[in-house]
Nanobody
Framework: QVQLVESGGGLVQAGGSLRLSCTVSGRTFSFYSMGWFRQAPGKEREFVAAIKWSVGTTYYADSVKGRFTISRDNARNTLYLQMNNLKPEDTAVYYC????????????????WGQGTQVTVSS
């Protein structure tokens, strides 16, 4: 019954911005840590950002640090990823997921995933 639905992806020029959203149903959202991952064609799924359930501590991949911001609205069961100063290298399908424990940057520690939303950054 757990569902995650991403939205907000699209086509944007380099230097532009997008905000991704992820709505969660079927579980108590505020009690679970959340993360964003991305996957480009022919590449492994890679960690982007994560946020803890308890105090809102955040973590970022070095490639996006300073440009992306992860946040959550527990009242709306929604996770966000604000992406600024986008680069062509950011082009990928972006996924949100719930974490069940372990290291924040390991996709194996996430149990439920959305279907993804495409982000394409042109030069």
């Amino acid at each position: 019954q757990v569902q995650l639905v991403e939205s907000g992806g699209g086509l944007v020029q380099a230097g532009g911005s997008l905000r991704l959203s992820c709505t969660v149903s079927g579980r108590t959202f505020s009690f679970y840590s959340m993360g964003w991952f991305r996957q480009a064609p022919g590449k492994e799924r890679e960690f982007v950002a994560a946020i803890k359930w308890s105090v809102g501590t955040t973590y970022y991949a070095d490639s996006v640090k300073g440009r992306f911001t992860i946040s959550r609205d527990n009242a709306r069961n929604t996770l966000y990823l604000q992406m600024n100063n986008l680069k062509p290298e950011d082009t990928a399908v972006y996924y949100c997921a719930t974490r069940n424990g372990g290291s924040y940057n390991d996709p194996g520690n996430y149990d439920y995933w959305g279907q993804g939303t495409q982000v394409t950054v042109s030069s």
